[in-house]
Structure formats: C-alpha cells, structure tokens
C-alpha cells in the first residue's frame, strides 16, 4: 500500500471515530449546555464549538506521523499509531471540555435537609437559629 493512502487511511480512521464520539456526546452536552447558558442560541454554539474541538485535536494528532513503508506490517503499524495519537488528542480534548464544564455546574448539597426543617437549595445561606423568648 503506498504510503499517502496508508497516511489518509490513517487521517480518515481517526476523523471516523472523534466524529462518532461528537455524535454521542451531543445531546447530553446540548442539554447541560442550555442549562448553563441559559439561551438555545449560546448552548448551540457552544456545543458545535465543542464539537469541532472534539473533531481537530485528533485529527491534529493523526497528522503529526508520516508513514514509512518497508514491509506490507509497516502499514498496520502505522495505522495503529496514527490511531493511538489520535486516541490521545480525543481522551486530552474531552477531558479538557469535562473540567472547563465541571467548573460551571453548580454543586448540590450532598446532605438532606433536617426532618421538618425548611429545604434549603445550594445558594442559600443556611438558616438562622430561631431563639424562643427574643
């Protein structure tokens, strides 16, 4: 196999796969997206950003080794390393958006609210103390 059709095997392969990871992340990262935003619109161009974040770091990755052909294993090899270095932009994109995100979602309380207390929601200061006879 001559080696431009091994590298663009390559490119396609990795394009292939950060692609069908785009595709199953979006919906969920739609909805978070127009929680966080709160607009369609800003959720929208923050996912197809995202989307195309997720899609260039591999395909960049992918790109960075030439094939060198000696023998017919050499093109397996290539390819497998095309993949792996494009595996490794994917893993390093999506972990980057993960923090970015996890950074604006609001932190629940992880502890229930006092039998018949009042419920409090994450931004509210606790309750203060009623002092009986003041």
């Known amino acids: 196999m001559p080696p431009v059709l091994v590298y663009l095997t390559g490119i396609a392969l990795a394009g292939g796969v950060a692609f069908a ?9 739609q909805r978070l997206l127009v929680d966080l935003c ?3 619109d800003r ?3 923050w996912t197809a950003f995202s989307g195309v974040m997720l899609v260039l770091v591999p395909l960049i990755g992918a790109m960075m080794h030439r094939p060198t052909l000696t023998s017919d294993w ?6 497998t390393l095309q993949l792996r270095l494009a595996l490794i932009g994917l893993v390093a994109a999506t972990l980057c958006l993960g923090l970015v995100l996890s950074r604006f979602i609001p932190r629940q309380d992880p502890s229930p609210p006092a ?10 200061p606790p309750a203060e103390p ?3 006879g003041s």
């Open 21 to 29: 990871v785009v595709r199953s992340l979006q919906p969920s990262l």
């Open 130 to 132: 009623m002092l009986h």
């Open 38 to 40: 709160g607009t369609d």
């Open 43 to 45: 959720a929208r161009f």
């Open 74 to 79: 050499d093109a397996l090899f290539d390819l």
């Open 115 to 124: 039998p018949g207390g009042p419920a409090r929601t994450p931004d509210a």
